[in-house]
């Protein structure tokens, strides 16, 4: 049982917007900023998202994310076939002193 | 370009040890912060340990405290994880990454592609 929950799954056609939802608590999204990571079929992770909103160099801008209490939100417009990936969040906790990730969202492209 | 390349997984009998290390290139290894996140087959990720960049700060999962001792060489650019008592639950591909910054709250901008570490019972 992860400490952010995410959804295990999510869909979407080439060029809709599909959103990415991570709950937690006060002691770790409502007090911290939330990070979005993306993993590619049989690659490592990489960072999407950081400080709730922020992209990497890089990173598309059909890509975005927000914060709002205790929930997270990661958005794709104009998904494409390539963003067939798991996306997972991730916070620092205040309550058990280190970082708790999401169980993870696959994503897939219809 | 960053580049982690992490090592010393294997198969390993429950109850022993392993030592995993990851080299670091890239960036100036001794100003970050780094950490050890595993992922077990067909799993999600799980956050294992963090190091700050003078090494004053250690931080740890419940699930390997008191078994799983990260540390680090700055002069040979290096993150080890050093894993005693080993269970099955530890089986996973584990990954090391480098924080942003120097603390350990710095969110993972950099990671390898990881060492997998089997363990029979």
């Known amino acids: 049982q992860s400490v952010l929950t995410q959804p295990p799954s999510a869909s979407g056609t080439p060029g809709q917007r599909v959103t990415i939802s991570c709950s937690g608590s006060?002691?770790?999204?409502?007090?911290?900023?939330v990070d979005w990571y993306q993993q590619l079929p049989r690659t490592a992770p990489k960072v999407l998202i950081y400080?709730?909103?922020q992209r990497p160099s890089g990173v598309p801008d059909r890509f975005s994310g927000s914060k709002s209490g205790t929930s997270a939100s990661l958005v794709i417009s104009g998904l494409q076939s390539e963003d067939e990936a798991d996306y997972y969040c991730?916070?620092?906790?205040?309550?058990?002193?280190?970082?708790?990730f999401g169980g993870g969202t696959k994503l897939t492209v219809l | 370009e960053v580049q982690l390349v992490e090592s010393g997984g294997g198969l390993v009998q429950a109850g022993r040890s392993l030592r995993l290390s990851c080299v670091a290139s890239?960036?100036?290894?001794?100003?970050?912060?780094m950490h050890w996140v595993r992922q077990a087959p067909g799993k999600g990720l799980e956050w294992v340990a963090g190091?700050?960049?003078?090494?004053?700060?250690?931080v740890y999962a419940d699930s390997v405290k008191g078994r799983f001792t990260i540390s680090r060489d700055d002069a040979k650019k290096s993150l080890y994880l050093q894993m005693k008592n080993v269970k099955s639950e530890d089986t996973a591909l584990y990954f090391c990454?480098?924080?942003?910054?120097?603390?350990?709250?710095?969110?993972?901008?950099?990671w390898g592609q990881g060492t997998q570490v089997i363990v029979s019972s």
């Open positions: 190091i700050s960049w003078n090494g004053g700060s250690q």
């Open positions: 006060s002691s770790n999204i409502g007090s911290n900023s």
């Open positions: 991730a916070a620092w906790d205040d309550n058990v002193n280190h970082w708790v």
């Open positions: 890239g960036f100036t290894f001794e100003d970050y912060g």
């Open positions: 400080v709730n909103s």
């Open positions: 990454a480098k924080a942003q910054q120097s603390s350990v709250v710095d969110h993972f901008d950099s």
